[in-house]
């Protein structure tokens, strides 16, 4: 990764941690002292035996997403990256598996996971509308913010042309090994989906609510959630996503419903790469 690049997901991540932080300790001074003020917490996401321990966790997580901020900055920008291959994409997994265990190891001495995370999605039939409206929302958002900002072209004067794309995107459109894309398609439509829902959603959205309130936890969640990717070109289009996932998640009182647009969303962005750059005309 280029020098400016992690200069400024490193800035980008101390003020995101550092109003987190400030943020928290404001809420609780204020619920202790005016218990009436603040807005309410209701909603349809769970989280009354979410407590203090859930601190705890989601510094874990943060220790987590230090450490991989730390690893990019021991990459050389001189050497050419190495090429994805399945045994990288299987370490991501088994990463990603990893803090899905740490989230349901965090609440299942409290809670059943099925319950705190709505997996019996009673209301489905009431409530499936959730998921395409997430995504036309979410399409509808992005592509006006960048025509009213024009933050792609600012992004792309500042960044270059050439550091716009994730690496996982760009192997998307340059690998000719089948086996890989299959490998990779599947992993961004089907497991980044579930598990990153599980963990930044039904864990560490529920667990900043806890200690302040809906509003507050969508906004912070959703930018760590972008930062989490580091890559600064997708970091507006990301938290927007992130939010409207926030959104669905309590609209619909399931994860389901944020794994779904996030799986639809991710299929739409794969199958567009591979139609473009990998059928046949």
């Known amino acids: 990764m280029d020098p400016l690049q992690l200069t400024i997901l490193t800035y980008f991540f101390i003020i995101t941690l550092a109003v987190l932080i400030i943020g928290l300790l404001t809420y609780g001074i204020i619920r202790v002292n005016f218990p009436n003020t603040l807005p309410t917490q209701s909603g349809r996401v769970n989280i009354d035996k979410l407590n203090f321990a859930d601190l705890i966790g989601m510094g874990m997580f943060i220790a987590l997403f230090v450490a991989a901020l730390y690893s990019a900055y021991q990459t050389d920008p001189t050497k050419a990256k190495p090429d994805i291959t399945i ?11 990893f803090m899905v265990a740490l989230c349901i190891g965090m ?3 409290r809670v059943n996971p099925a319950k705190f995370l709505g997996l019996k999605w009673s209301s489905w039939k009431r409530d499936i509308w959730v998921i395409p409206a997430g995504i036309i929302i979410c399409y509808v958002l992005i592509i006006a913010i960048n025509q009213v900002t024009g933050y792609h072209l600012w992004i792309s004067k500042l960044l270059g042309e050439e550091n716009m794309q994730q690496d996982v995107v760009k192997m998307l459109r340059e690998s000719e090994d089948p086996k890989l894309l299959i490998a990779m398609a599947i992993g961004a439509t089907v497991i980044a989906p579930i598990c990153e829902e599980i963990v930044f959603r039904g864990y560490i959205y529920a ?22 990717h580091l890559h600064v070109a997708p970091l507006l289009p990301l938290t927007v996503l992130a939010i409207i996932l926030c959104i669905a998640y309590e609209r619909s009182g399931s994860i389901w419903a944020p794994i779904g647009i996030h799986a639809i969303f991710n299929s739409i962005t794969v199958g567009a790469i591979l139609f473009t750059e990998h059928i046949p005309s």
């Open 87 to 97: 045994s990288h994409l299987l370490s991501g997994v088994i990463v990603q598996f």
């Open 107 to 109: 609440v299942f001495m």
């Open 207 to 228: 667990s900043i609510k806890r200690f302040s309130d809906r509003y507050f936890a969508a906004i912070l969640s959703s930018l760590i959630f972008a930062f989490v």
